[in-house]
């Protein structure tokens, strides 16, 4: 099992940035499909982008060339830079892990509690 704890969320204006961490515990952590999500209100959880333990990644169409997927194994942690962030993208983000590589899709086995990204326009 895995224990999932994200962090980094806030209130930013259109066009800003912020840097979400995901700090794992428990199981070995370099084995595990990783993968962020976020859900606006009223909206079905979406992924984001996802990584697997060599570094491969995957992202969402509406997020290419603004959002970064990362991870530190030596840490145990993931992490997602968001730059030229917009009020689209206003929404809880999760972080998600799994010994399967489900890549974007919502199947992951284990989910962080979620921190909350706002922008304003």
């Known amino acids: 099992q895995v224990h999932l704890v994200e962090s980094g969320g806030g209130s930013v204006q259109s066009g800003g940035s912020l840097r979400l961490s995901c700090a794992a515990s428990?199981?070995?952590?370099?084995?595990?499909?990783m993968a962020w999500f976020r859900q606006a209100p009223g909206k079905e959880r979406e992924g984001v982008a996802a990584?697997?333990?060599?570094?491969?990644?995957v992202y969402a169409d509406f997020v290419k060339g603004r959002f970064t997927i990362s991870r530190d194994n030596a840490v145990n942690t993931l992490y997602l830079q968001m730059n030229t962030l917009k009020p689209e993208d206003t929404a809880m983000y999760y972080c998600?892990?799994?010994?399967?590589?489900?890549?974007?899709?919502?199947?992951?086995?284990?989910w962080g509690q979620g921190t909350q990204v706002t922008v304003s326009s």
């Open positions: 998600a892990a799994d010994r399967i590589g489900w890549r974007l899709l919502a199947q992951y086995n284990y």
């Open positions: 428990g199981d070995t952590y370099n084995t595990y499909y």
């Open positions: 990584i697997d333990g060599d570094g491969s990644t």
